[in-house]
């Protein structure tokens, strides 16, 4: 089945802790993203990638990395979670993501992130 | 950079009601957009794309129009269901880059 899973799906942690959040389509997609979705602001752009080694920042980078060394793969690090990242994370791949190419973008099940 | 809107932001009808939800975005050097469901705690489901070169796209009873010179897209959902509930989202890209901005969202109930 085509999909786009994420790990883990909830996750209470304290802040300054370390986490990775794990990222993977089995579509052979070469965009994946990252969302997050908070309550009055809609889902907000974090990172995306246009292929392997190549990522670039959405409009909410600040305290996020991420890394794309396999093309199904694409985590997403808190190196010091503080509790303004306490958010529903999204990660979503399509076929490209070049402007002006037409491909939908497929989203994972999402992870609920609280750090307190 | 790309502001998207959605009316209504929330929409309660009775089973059977056609029913139109709308999307308007700031800059129309859109090559596409996209509609998607969310139910509660859920993640995104792809509805439809429209690509800029369509007016309209359509999956079932599910109609999507786009209208780059006015900035705005459409969704109308034809006899409507309870288990069309949800939040619906349109997407329209940010012109030149690979990213996307999405609205804020339409929770429509659909009562039986």
């Known amino acids: 089945e085509a999909q786009v899973t994420q790990n883990p799906r909830y996750l209470i942690t304290v802040t300054g802790k370390k986490l990775t959040v794990t990222c993977s389509q089995n579509m052979n997609h070469e965009y994946m993203s990252w969302y997050r979705q908070d309550p009055g602001l809609g889902l907000r752009q974090i990172y995306y990638?246009?292929?392997?080694?190549?990522?670039d920042k959405g409009d909410v980078p600040e305290g996020y990395k991420v890394s794309r060394k396999e093309k199904r793969n694409f985590p997403l690090i808190l190196e010091s979670p503080s509790p303004n990242q306490t958010s529903l994370y999204f990660c979503a791949s399509s076929l490209s993501g070049w402007p002006g190419e037409d491909y939908e973008q497929y989203f994972g099940p999402g992870t609920r992130l609280t750090v307190t | 950079k790309q502001e998207v809107t959605q009316i209504p932001a929330a929409l309660s009808v009775p089973e059977g009601e056609n029913l139109v939800l709308n999307c308007s975005f700031t800059d129309s050097a859109i090559y596409n957009l996209q509609w998607f469901r969310q139910d509660p705690g859920k993640g995104l489901t792809s509805l439809l794309l429209i690509q800029s070169s369509q007016r309209e796209q359509t999956s079932g009873r599910l109609n999507a129009s786009l209208d780059k010179s006015s900035g705005r897209s459409t969704l109308y959902i034809a006899a409507s269901q309870p288990g069309d509930s949800a939040t619906y989202l349109c997407a329209a890209p940010n012109s030149g880059y690979s990213t996307l901005t999405f609205g804020k969202g339409t929770m429509l109930l659909v009562s039986p």
């Open positions: 990638s246009m292929n392997v080694e190549v990522t």
